[in-house]
């Protein structure tokens, strides 16, 4: 999340961070540095930011993956209102919203009684009387099928219609897009698929330019029950589980704009959802437990942010994006190494990276610089954490300096929790070497510059194979280098991941975690 993502969970497993299920996706997910700048910004004067703290009964999530055709399948009885009409809709019934639907249309005089019953009705078939229409259609494989079987089984001759727009309800449609389309559930927590992945809560759709605008209009419960589970992995420590739902919460609460049409973003923006596909028995039952608790500071809620694993020791905020922030304080964050209990883990807490310094200057913040080759990178101070908290990078043509989590962002790095190392070009020839040591090479950065194959062989020397009675030389060359020595994932401010999971193993409870890790606050009980 904004909050960066955890490591854990997808990744895995589950996707903290993550973002919970994949690790790469969980803990690799970092917080975008735009949004997270402007919530500190937005949280600099805490006592400017009272605001009645109220908890909502239903938050309103952007999805992120919507595409140009949506298709919604409801599980229990709802409404859908289009561009303000109501029409009722029937557990099971398929809702088209499309721009590019296809529909397959052959004369009714040649159909058979039970081709007429599957066309669709209203405005669709009043477009041009006679035919039936069948559909619509956003799998084009499906739609040859069903051609093939009216063919075979009905005699009949459809055609297939050109892409268009669509909107249909069960057997009704009509070829004009309406401007919106809201779908709510009859039934509270009733569970709708939307393009083959289930959500709780109804749907806001409208009609933009470039596509469609979703939004999932759904409980905070199941909202942060899912959130738990796709920031961190569901089986973790019941406790981590519930520091994780204090926080998502409070972060929920903090960002709600009942001014714009949407209150959250899906994805490492802002905090991890997925629908119901996230949640567990154990991630409900985190946020049952904790029903009701934000964190405040100075009577307002906090901007809860957190990552994957803030490599043993938090940042002050100060020191990543310029602005203090009280409760966002440099803490030691010994549970990290909880990581190293699984390979995901491992690979989120002490990491190395090597880039070549041609590739290096060709990244954006460095090409658009204008830098030139790169031919130096310093470190001019640290932070009291210890990550470098200004870099100087100095090409042929400028330099630039980097600050506290820029090194991160710049870099392409898990975090900014990091040692620098120039490396010299080096040159290594082997000499009949296995494919394994050649991979090895290539995986760090070196290139092939030359292969040779030397004079015939009766036998081949000791520990060297023949490759058809020759022995082949190979010349690897790595050019000059920026050798990256880390620890950590994600922005490192305010809550670590898999430190809440280390503290809860240590036998620490949810509200211990959240107090050692947001400075000065309390936890309050909202009704």
Request: hydrophobic share 45%; glycine share 10%; proline share 7%.
């Amino acid at each position: 999340m904004f909050a960066t993502r955890m490591a854990g969970a997808r990744g895995r497993p589950a996707a903290m961070g993550g973002p919970a299920a994949r690790l790469p996706a969980v803990v690799i997910a970092a917080a975008c540095g735009v949004a997270l700048l402007l919530a500190l910004l937005a949280a600099t004067d805490a006592g400017a930011q009272q605001r009645d703290l109220t908890l909502p009964e239903v938050v309103r999530v952007l999805l992120s993956d919507a595409g140009h055709t949506l298709t919604l399948v409801p599980h229990a009885p709802s409404t859908a209102v289009i561009d303000g009409r109501p029409r009722d809709v029937a557990p099971g019934q398929q809702i088209v919203f499309g721009s590019s639907s296809r529909f397959l249309a052959f004369t009714a005089e040649s159909a058979a009684p039970w081709t007429r019953r599957i066309g669709v009705d209203g405005p669709a078939g009043e477009t041009e009387p006679g035919l039936v229409h069948l559909g619509p259609y956003v799998d084009f494989a499906m739609l040859e099928r069903h051609r093939r079987l009216l063919r075979v089984e009905a005699g009949v001759a459809a055609r297939v219609l050109p892409p268009r727009p669509t909107l249909a309800v069960g057997d009704w449609a009509t070829f004009e897009l309406p401007r919106s389309l809201n779908v709510q559930p009859d039934q509270p927590h009733a569970a709708m698929w939307l393009n083959g992945k289930p959500y709780r809560g109804g749907f806001d759709i409208r009609r933009g330019e470039t596509g469609f605008l979703v939004v999932n209009h759904v409980a905070l419960a199941d909202y942060l029950a899912s959130v738990v589970g796709a920031e961190m992995p569901r089986n973790w420590e019941i406790e981590a589980l519930k520091a994780q739902a204090v926080a998502a919460r409070t972060y929920a609460i903090q960002h709600l704009q009942p001014n714009e049409i949407y209150d959250l973003c899906d994805n490492q923006n802002c905090q991890a959802y997925g629908g119901v596909r996230s949640e567990s028995e154990r991630t409900h039952a985190a946020v049952a437990a904790t029903a009701g608790i934000v964190a405040v500071f100075d009577g307002a809620p906090i901007d809860a942010l957190y990552s994957a694993n803030a490599g043993d020791v938090t940042e002050s905020s100060e020191h990543v994006w310029g602005t203090a922030v009280p409760y966002l304080r440099s803490v030691p964050s010994p549970g990290d190494a909880a990581a190293m209990s699984v390979s995901w883990g491992a690979e989120g807490y002490r990491w190395t990276r090597t880039i070549p310094l041609p590739e290096l200057a060709e990244y954006r913040a460095f090409r658009n610089g204008g830098v030139g080759a790169i031919v130096d990178l310093r470190v001019l101070e640290h932070t009291p954490a210890g990550r470098p908290l200004r870099v100087l990078v100095v090409g042929t043509a400028g330099e630039v300096e980097l600050y506290g989590d820029q090194v991160r962002t710049a870099l392409g790095l898990p975090s900014a929790f990091v040692d620098l190392e120039l490396a010299p070009v080096t040159s290594v020839e082997l000499i009949g070497a296995a494919p394994r040591r050649f991979g090895a090479l290539l995986q760090d950065g070196h290139r092939i510059t030359s292969v040779r194959r030397s004079i015939a062989f009766a036998t081949a020397p000791p520990d060297i194979e023949l490759v058809n009675g020759a022995v082949h030389v190979a010349v690897f060359e790595r050019p000059p280098s920026l050798i990256l020595t880390g620890r950590g994932f994600g922005h490192g401010l305010g809550m670590s991941q898999w430190g809440a999971q280390g503290m809860a193993l240590a036998g620490h409870s949810y509200d211990e975690i959240l107090t050692h890790y947001y400075t000065g606050i309390e936890l309050r009980a909202l009704s």
